[in-house]
Every structure is written in C-alpha cells, then in structure tokens.
C-alpha cells in the first residue's frame, strides 16, 4: 500500500465532487490509479487523459511511489 | 514601416523592465495569429493595442451567430463575413500603424513554411490536434518560438514552446497523433471569457517573447479551471524519443 495525494482538476472535480483526495493504494502506475478512482467516481475513460507526478507531466505507465501528488489533466485542444 | 504614436505607449514604456528599448522591439516585432476564434480574438486585439508592427493573420472560415459570444472582434452585422476580412479591419482601427498580411485560406505544410519566414513568433490559436501538431513541426523546422493556447468548457492551457533555443521540451513532447479524437468547442462547449483569458495570457507571453523577457512557461504549461477558479503550473519534460524535436533525428544540429 502506498499513499497518493490526488487532486482533481477541471471535469474530474466535477466528477469527483470534491477537489482532492488522499488515498491508500495498491495501484502500481498513474493509470492503475485511474482506472481504481473511476470505478468510484464514473470518470470519463482514460482515452487522451494527461497526468502529472509531483507538478510534471508523466506517462500514464509511470510507476508511482509512496506521497506522490497526482493530478490527472483532461486534454485541450479548442480555440 | 508606418510612424507608430509613441506617446500612446507610455504605459509600456514606464514598465522598468520594458522601457522605451522594449516597445521599440514590439513596434518592430512580426507575429502571426493562426486561427482567428475566441483565443485569436482576444490575443490579436492586445498584440495590434501593445503596438505589433507586423501581423500576419491566418484562418479561413466565415463568421457564424454562435461566434460572437467570444470572437469578440466580430459584431451581429458581420455574421457571413470571412474571418480575416473583418479582424483585418478591427485591428488596422485599433492600430493604424499596423501592418496586417491576413491569409484566407488552409495553409499546407509548404505554404506554412514559406508564410512564417520572418516571422519572430507564432501564435496557435487553433481548434484541433492535427493542425496543432503540424504547426509546431513547422516552428521547430523555422526555429520560431512557438505560444501555444487552448481552451474547450471552462478550462485552458498555455505553453511557450522556445523552438528557437536548444534543449527545450515542444508540444509533441505533450501531445501525441493519438491525442487526435477529441471534440471542439462545438462539440463540447465553451464559456466565452475563458477563451479571452487563455488568450491574453498568449499575448502576454508573445509581448515577452518580443522584448527578450523569460518565462517560467517555457518549460511548463499552465492549466486554468475556471469552474474552480484555480490554476497550476505543470513541468513538461522534453521526450528523448519525441519524434519532432529528440536529439538524433536528422536535420537537429543547432
């Protein structure tokens, strides 16, 4: 088990309902992670979703460790 | 180059760090605004009011009702008009001095390459990934800084992509073909300032760009949740295998 700090941002707050979260996990990668909050939060699926470790952007098969902040960015493209 | 009033810019000129020295480089500055909607809107409105001398404007679209909320360059009346026509006319009345070169047209990857030369930054106010993508291999091909905004529902994005300067993280070291499939402002929504605030953060960053001043954006993008009404700054990191602007591709020497 480790301890991730998640913040949620933009439509996942939304989703969320709340703007961050401190969990125990036994996820292993940034999308494990993903994967176990959208089954309590009915996030949209993981598609094109960005996600940041620590205040840098990381691939979504980054492995995670014990009090990393994670925050998952949906991607924008519109102007 | 037309006589610009230079008294008009005393509030830039008596910012310590900007001075008359920096408004002389705006005035002497060629940006180009790709896309004219709600990001090139508000971006192009303060580049031709800060005083850009040269601006080349590209999009090649027709106005449209549901425009008007955050294309604030356009008026009721100018539903039908094309884009460039009408932003041509809005910024020269903002700015007489300025020099516009507006493209009507979807530029090819030739024909992008040949209308950025000379051009000291680039703006990508477009809609869409593919176009987004090719514009950045454009401005890595030229070496050309490269201010990139973004913005659907109520959220944003900006990054400043220093193409011009070795080292440095670009778009394709975010974004990827696969990111291709999702939706426009169409298709999702969008409040019409957050498109005007993502912008002007743009021509903020274009402003600094022309007179030399760094910005911590030039190696991070920053996010805004308008909902929220918070906004981070997040790391990029530059990809060794990114297939734009890693080391060994050819043609990378610097």
Not at chain 2, 146 to 173: N, T, W
Not at chain 2, 233 to 242: L, V
Request: aromatic letters at 6%; glycine letters at 10%.
């Amino acid at each position: 088990m480790i301890r991730i700090r998640v913040e949620f941002f933009a439509m996942l707050r939304e989703h969320a309902g709340r703007a961050n979260e401190d969990i125990e996990t036994d996820a292993g990668t940034a999308a494990e992670l993903y994967a176990e909050l959208s089954g309590r939060h009915s996030f949209p699926a993981i598609g094109s979703m960005k996600v940041a470790i620590n205040q840098e952007f990381a691939d979504l098969d980054s492995r995670l460790a014990d009090g990393d902040a994670v925050v998952f960015i949906p991607p924008v493209a519109g102007g | 180059m037309k006589q610009h009033d230079t008294n008009q810019f005393a509030r830039h000129v008596g910012l310590p760090r900007l001075g008359a020295e920096g408004q002389a480089k705006i005035i002497s500055g060629h940006v180009m605004v790709i896309g004219l909607g709600g990001l090139g809107a508000a971006a192009g409105l303060y580049l031709a009011s800060s005083g850009v001398g040269f601006l080349t404007i590209n999009d090649f679209d027709r106005i449209d009702a549901t425009n008007l909320p955050r294309q604030i360059l356009f008026r009721a009346g100018d539903v039908g008009e094309y884009k460039t026509e009408v932003t041509r006319s809005a910024l020269q009345a903002v700015n007489p001095a300025l020099e516009i070169v507006a493209l009507n047209q979807r530029l090819d990857e030739k024909e992008l390459l040949q209308t950025t030369d000379n051009v000291r930054v680039v703006l990508d106010c477009t809609d869409n990934f593919a176009s987004r993508m090719l514009i950045n291999r454009i401005c890595h091909e030229r070496r050309t800084p490269l201010i990139s905004g973004a913005a659907i529902r109520f959220e944003g994005q900006v990054a400043v992509f220093r193409h011009d300067k070795s080292g440095m993280p670009c778009y394709s070291c975010l974004y990827t073909d696969r990111d291709d499939n999702l939706e426009n402002c169409a298709g999702q929504g969008i409040l019409a300032p957050v498109a005007g605030t993502i912008g002007c953060m743009m021509a903020t960053e274009a402003l600094k760009v022309l007179t030399g001043l760094c910005s911590d954006l030039e190696r991070k993008v920053w996010i805004y949740d308008g909902l929220a009404g918070t906004s981070q700054t997040i790391a990029i990191a530059k990809r060794p295998d990114c297939p734009v602007c890693r080391p060994d591709r050819p043609g990378q020497e610097y």
